[in-house]
């Protein structure tokens, strides 16, 4: 055995030792740098989603809804990474823009806003945002954007499409709306809660003390209440308020303005009411062109 194992070992001490050809040293160097320098934007992109993230948390718990201009838009909503999704409200706000609805809009936007703020489910998933014209104008022509009020939706990934902009003019812009616009969008659900108004208490209890005052006055005559035109002037009253547009407006929740299928032109809508008979009302639509205020005029 040991005289058969001999030459086996003398050929193997014979034998050159094998490297690698010299061409692919380079290619592994290349390798390992390009491992390095993805490694290391991989971690500086996570540093600065971290600081991001950290900045809107810092700024949400300030206000609920953060103002931006241009540079801050491009940084927080349009420029990666991103992995939140943000409501942003195109407006204008100033009082030379005499833009009432973006005024009424921005009402609603603060109690959704804030609704969501002081929520249980509140996360750094979803953030509100609002960028008036006068401080954004460049991201007004960005989007080629030339009415206010518009709520659009930035998702964490990818461009907003076409479902991402809210349909203002068809569903209005209640804060229940929004909601449950954002809930499609996000899965985010938040429950509005509306402030306190006591405005309708405050003008019961006024209504109240003064009928209760004038029952005092007249404690000592009371006669009027058996007044026959009296109660018959009540009853008129009673009827034409329910009969009344507002009071269908109030009831059936009709839309506020219409948009035209043929040339797309949208237009308010005003109803007005007219007597065709003694049991009958029938209801006149009015339109107005233009729900939005027109930026282009400014």
């Not at 160097?29 to 934007?41: A, D, P, T, Y």
């Not at 959704?112 to 996360?123: I, V």
């Not at 007004?140 to 902009?165: C, I, V």
């Not at 109240?208 to 009296?230: A, D, H, Q």
Request: net charge positive; glycine share 6%; aromatic share 14%.
């Amino acid at each position: 055995m040991g005289a058969r194992g001999a030459p086996s070992r003398r050929r193997q001490a014979g034998r050159r030792p094998r490297y690698l050809p010299t061409g692919s040293f380079p290619f592994l160097l290349l390798l390992l740098l390009l491992c390095i320098q993805l490694g290391g934007g991989q971690k500086k992109k996570e540093n600065l989603l971290t600081e991001k993230v950290e900045q809107l948390m810092e700024w949400s718990s300030r206000r609920s809804i953060f103002r931006m201009n241009g540079d801050k838009f491009r940084k927080f909503i349009k420029a990666p990474p991103r992995n939140y999704s943000m409501i942003v409200m195109f407006t204008a706000l100033q009082p030379q823009r005499q833009c009432s609805v973006c005024r009424q809009a921005n009402e609603e936007y603060q109690i959704l806003a804030n609704s969501w703020r002081y929520s249980s489910a509140f996360c750094n998933k979803l953030f509100f945002s609002m960028v008036d014209y006068d401080e954004g104008t460049d991201v007004f022509q960005q989007l080629n954007m030339n009415s206010a009020p518009t709520f659009m939706h930035f998702p964490p990934k990818g461009r907003p499409k076409r479902a991402d902009t809210f349909d203002l003019q068809r569903i209005g812009f209640a804060a229940e709306q929004l909601a449950k616009w954002i809930a499609d969008r996000t899965d985010v659900h938040i429950r509005v809660f509306r402030p306190p108004n006591y405005s309708g208490t405050i003008a019961l209890a006024l209504l109240v003390s003064l009928v209760g005052g004038l029952l005092y006055l007249r404690r000592n005559n009371l006669e009027f209440i058996y007044n026959k035109t009296g109660w018959a002037m009540v009853s008129l009253c009673i009827v034409f308020a329910m009969t009344s547009g507002q009071m269908w407006n109030h009831i059936r929740g009709p839309p506020y303005a219409h948009k035209n299928p043929h040339n797309g032109q949208v237009s308010f809508v005003w109803w007005d009411w007219a007597w065709w008979s003694s049991s009958s009302v029938f209801y006149f639509p009015y339109f107005v062109p233009s729900t939005t205020a027109t930026l282009t005029a400014f």
